[in-house]
């Protein structure tokens, strides 16, 4: 989370963490697929997600798929997505969003365009003071 937030330091710890917990536990199915998801959802290291969310995948994590999916989408391999998705639906037949998606890739109607957004000023709410607080009418 601090890493979603910004907080200074945190992909550093998190990333320690993760690499920590897999040198203790190389077949982690969950520390390879969130370690994988967390690499995946940065912009820098989105590549590097790929072998841990396919370690996970072949442990049985089948999200791994859909994650490791939308990986490739990011990086415009449409091939791999699609194989990705199909792997993922032959775990999750009845998920109609992932084969939706899938339709939608096969026939080109999916593309992906990362938007770089300058954020527009934070405006910090602070709480009222005492001398703010509205006055309640006194019970009669």
């Known amino acids: 989370m601090g890493h979603n937030l910004d907080f200074p330091g945190c992909p550093d710890k998190a990333i320690s963490a993760f690499e920590a917990l897999l040198k203790l536990q190389p077949d982690s199915k969950s ?7 967390f ?3 940065t912009d820098t290291l989105r590549l590097k997600s790929i072998p841990y969310l396919e370690k996970a995948a072949s442990l049985g994590v089948s999200d791994a798929h859909y994650t490791e999916a939308f990986v490739y989408l990011s990086l415009q391999d449409r091939v791999h997505a699609l194989a990705e998705l199909d792997k ?14 899938r339709r939608d890739l ?5 593309s992906i ?3 770089k957004v300058k ?20 019970p009669r």
């Open 113 to 115: 365009t990362e938007k």
């Open 39 to 41: 690499l995946a959802g």
């Open 88 to 101: 993922y639906l032959r775990d999750n037949p009845t998920d109609e969003s992932a084969a939706a998606l």
């Open 106 to 110: 096969e026939h080109g109607d999916v």
């Open 119 to 138: 954020p527009s000023d934070a405006v910090l709410i602070q709480k009222p003071t005492p001398e703010e607080q509205p006055v309640s009418p006194s």
């Open 31 to 37: 520390g390879n697929f969130y370690y994988g998801a």
